[in-house]
């Protein structure tokens, strides 16, 4: 049984982190467990500054994990608007940045998430540039995004993944103008591939949405420190007057790296590399959320996900690791979405490259079906649009990696489940 005199502290106030605390006492923890969050707001969930925060229909106190009371409540040390700049291994302290104060640990977390890529292009000065990553830069945009729409004004979004057609969904919503710039054929190439890029395409496009391929932006253009306009590699000018950089997100493994933790590949999506157990190559530190590349076994090498269902899931295993309890973090990648009218749920890992075909069961056309990525007979991702309570099946034949027929797997008629036996 765990001490009541260790101290578990938490590095990095998100999801994972609010769950890994809020387990920590829910198993009976009686030890100090302190929170560490360089933000000042208290830790909340992201994928509504993208959604539903952002456009309006949920309000901000419906976006943090817990309510402001329940870290006194349950005896969690809260620190926010701090940073972490030190880990000595050997002492067991983590320093703080501002101050120089060391605080020890028995056990340490880090859950320091991850931070927006920047444009590295002229212009990302100016006023109108926009991240979205913190409440804070919702809140921003929000403001942008119906000021846009009553001005009959132009965004131009960097990037066609989810980040970027979420936010062109709202700007549209707002009635703003959209242009999206995208350096591969399709949005979403690199986690749907071209099939179903290729359905998300047109989905913004019957909204109105403009799609430049096959491009990057190359400069921001500005006068006076307002956005005019945005320039690509391939001549074009296109008109803004605000930009968001929407070209995804690194882990933040600064912190990591310099208290000498094994990191994983950047090939492989880079992060603090964990085993099974999130526990890092030091016995004492754990790490959990966007920051952890995790061993997926069905794909058979490392994974960094950046989604919300594995800061929820990871946080908790987490704690349940540094509680000493036999863990096994290896629950099959999810995330979902929601654009105009679609919603979605995506289950699996299938990039390019990696699989053979795309079966489809249902109607695409009417954007109500099932598709599976799937290689020699075998479904490695699988996502339902506006078609529900199929999760858990389709996880199923993911984690069962038995060869399926691809006529029953597409035909309707055939249960799902059945294709488990």
Not at 28 to 53: A, Q
Not at 337 to 352: K, N
Request: glycine residues 10%; negative net charge.
């Amino acid at each position: 049984m765990v001490d009541a005199d260790q101290t578990f502290v938490i590095v990095g106030g998100g999801l994972a982190g609010a769950k890994a605390a809020e387990t920590l006492r829910a198993e009976g923890f009686t030890g100090r467990v302190i929170l560490i969050c360089d933000e000042r707001d208290h830790p909340y969930e992201r994928p509504p500054l993208s959604k539903g925060f952002l456009l309006g229909k949920q309000e901000r106190d419906k976006v943090f994990v817990h309510e402001p009371s329940w870290y006194a409540r349950h005896d969690v040390e809260l620190h926010l608007g701090q940073t972490v700049d030190a880990i000595d291994r050997t002492a067991r302290t983590v320093r703080f940045g501002d101050d120089g104060t060391l605080v020890h640990y028995d056990k340490l977390l880090l859950a320091t998430g991850a931070e927006p890529r920047r444009l590295d292009v002229p212009g990302t000065h100016l006023a109108g540039v926009h991240h979205l990553r913190r409440l804070a830069h919702a809140e921003r945009l929000k403001g942008v995004l119906a000021s846009l729409g009553r001005d009959n004004g132009h965004i131009v979004i960097a990037g066609a993944g989810w980040i970027g057609l979420e936010v062109a969904a709202a700007a549209r919503e707002y009635g703003a103008e959209v242009t999206v710039v995208e350096q591969d054929p399709t949005p979403l190439y690199g986690v749907l591939g071209p099939e179903l890029g290729t359905l998300f395409a047109e989905l913004h496009r019957e909204r109105g949405v403009r799609f430049h391929f096959g491009a990057r932006l190359t400069e921001i253009v500005g006068q006076d420190g307002v956005v005019l306009a945005a320039r690509t590699d391939d001549g074009e000018e296109h008109l803004a007057h605000d930009v968001l950089a929407a070209i995804g997100a690194a882990p933040r493994v600064a912190l990591a790296e310099a208290a000498g933790l094994a990191l994983a590949d950047r090939e492989l999506g880079g992060g603090i590399a964990v085993d099974e157990t999130l526990r890092t190559s030091d016995p004492h530190i754990f790490a959990a959320g966007d920051v952890a590349s995790v061993p997926h076994g069905p794909a058979d090498r490392r994974l960094r996900v950046e989604h919300w269902a594995n800061a929820l899931n990871g946080g908790p295993a987490a704690a349940h690791a540094m509680l000493g309890k036999d863990v096994v973090h290896d629950r099959v990648p999810y995330f979902f979405s929601d654009q105009y009218d679609l919603g979605m749920e995506y289950s699996g890992w299938a990039p390019p490259g990696s699989y053979d075909e795309v079966v489809i069961r249902g109607d695409a056309a009417k954007r109500e079906f099932i598709a599976f990525w799937v290689s020699e007979g075998r479904v490695l991702a699988g996502m339902n649009v506006n078609v529900w309570d199929v999760t858990e099946t389709v996880q199923s034949l993911i984690r069962a990696g038995n060869q399926v027929d691809a006529e029953r797997l597409a035909d309707p008629r055939v249960p799902l489940e059945s294709l488990l036996v």
